[in-house]
């Protein structure tokens, strides 16, 4: 560790001590939307009611990563490993009680709150669990995790990991370039990409494999897509044209809702499924769907509690303009209804979300400019012409509408083959950085 990690630190931890009582205001005030911010609040100190040294430690901040992490954890799982999930967001820590809900039962497997960011928690935590390697999903780069775990001799590793090209031209301006030092601080990295692992190296990363794409192998919820598929059947939208936006983020809603009313000028049979991806933008995303005159269901409301074949979709929701995805954890149900995908985060700085869960589906992906949070996959998908970016949204409204110019399933699919079973190469890597690691 050089002179700066060992300056930084300290001040890093003072910083976060300081600062304690708005990170507890912050997580109070997410409370009061979603209650479940605050519950096991104990955990995020270090403190839990079962541990159980020696587990595999995965941590996956939110619903994306878990969701990414779900061919590994039952890979460990197949291979009679414990687990600890460490989430931040409840979106991530559901999901992951709901996949593996029999692991939990089978005391195979705990998810918790992952610890704040503060040597003392961390410790607690370390101590806790005492876990045999930890693997953090794409690229959490948390300064006293690192280095807690390096202290306690726990192999911490990347895992799927990308450093977008703007992420690393960013980081490279600071004089200490305090984030490229952290990183150096893992025992090492399983990468998306060659390019990835090219961009790792160069700043000084050591140890690392290139694994792939875990996104390409989550599996698809057969439920999900026979009740999505019966459920335009049944609302009568078979012969209609049905486009999806999903993982919409706050900002761009007004840039959908105008591609939406140009699509209706031109297309009026036209239907569209509306997925916000925080819960706690349901209620306004409907109102501002409401307020730009388009009609809407809500699945919360007219749809079933449970998806299943055997359910009854009413024929009246499809007379609406739209059905607002307002759930967690049904994302292949919309897509099984949709033609084509747009996928939000990608009108905002902020950037795209993923687009594997369409392409698995075999349905064509559309995205606004911003794509360097997923420059890989995007880049290898928009060169294969099952991926496109449009800069606005009349370009994205005549993008959506030239439905003779959308790649075809069987396009779609041989691109989604090409980069599958990153779950194998994981596994088989992992023997090998793990070895290196303990070089290290």
């Known amino acids: 560790m050089g002179w700066h990690m060992r300056l930084f630190l300290p001040l890093w931890s003072l910083a976060w001590s300081l600062c304690l009582p708005l990170i507890l205001l912050y997580l109070w005030h997410r409370g009061r939307r979603d209650p479940r911010y605050i519950a096991h609040l104990a955990e995020r100190f270090g403190s839990y009611c079962r541990p159980a040294p020696g587990a595999v430690w995965i941590h996956a901040v939110s619903l994306g990563e878990l969701r990414s992490a779900i061919p590994i954890i039952t890979g460990f799982l197949d291979r009679g490993e414990h687990l600890v999930i460490t989430c931040f967001t409840p979106a991530g820590r559901a999901e ?14 705990q998810v918790v709150w992952v610890p704040l960011d503060l040597r003392w928690t961390y410790a607690r935590f370390l101590r806790a669990f005492a876990p ?6 794409e690229v959490e780069i948390w300064p006293r995790m690192v280095f807690a775990a390096r202290a306690a001799s726990v192999p911490l590793l990347m895992c799927n990991a990308q450093y977008p090209a703007a992420s690393l031209a960013r980081d490279s301006r600071g004089l200490l370039r305090l984030r ?47 009740a999505g598929q019966a459920a335009r059947a049944q609302m009568g939208l078979a012969a209609r044209p049905v486009y999806a936006f999903v993982s919409t983020i706050e900002g761009e809603d007004p840039v959908f809702i105008d591609t939406i ?20 933008r349901f209620d306004a995303v409907a109102e501002a ?6 009609t809407l269901h809500r699945r919360s409301v007219d749809l079933p509690n449970e998806l299943s074949l055997e359910c009854n979709f009413s024929p009246t929701i499809g007379q609406s303009d739209i059905l607002l995805g307002d759930s967690l954890g049904e994302m292949y149900f919309y897509l099984a209804m949709a033609d ?7 009108f905002s700085p902020k950037g795209a979300h993923n687009i594997s869960e369409a392409l698995a589906m075999g349905k064509p992906v559309f995205t606004g400019p911003s794509v360097w949070t997923i420059e890989f996959p995007f880049t290898e998908a928009e060169a294969a012409g099952v991926a496109r970016k449009c800069p606005d949204a009349p370009a994205l409204a005549a993008a959506l509408l030239d439905r003779a110019a959308h790649p075809g399933t069987d396009q779609i699919t041989a691109f ?17 950085v793990l070895s290196g690691a303990q070089r290290r």
Do not use: H, W
Request: charged share 20%; with cysteine.
């Open 340 to 346: 084509c995908v747009t996928v939000g985060g990608s």
């Open 289 to 294: 769907l409401r307020n730009a005159g388009l």
């Open 96 to 109: 992951a009680e709901r996949v593996f809900a029999s692991a939990i039962t089978a005391n195979r497997l």
């Open 416 to 432: 989604f083959a090409s980069q599958s079973n990153a779950d194998q190469r994981f596994f088989a890597a992992l023997p090998d």
């Open 180 to 226: 490229q030092s952290v990183m150096r601080g893992f025992a090492g990295a399983l990468v998306k990409s060659d390019a990835q692992a090219a961009r790792f190296a160069s700043v000084g990363v050591q140890n690392i494999a290139v694994m792939g794409e875990l996104r390409f192998d989550q599996p698809i919820p057969p439920t999900q897509v026979a």
């Open 261 to 280: 009313q140009k699509i209706r000028r031109t297309d009026p049979d036209a239907f569209f499924v509306y997925v916000p991806r925080r819960p706690e």
């Open 132 to 137: 045999k390697m930890g693997l953090v999903m």
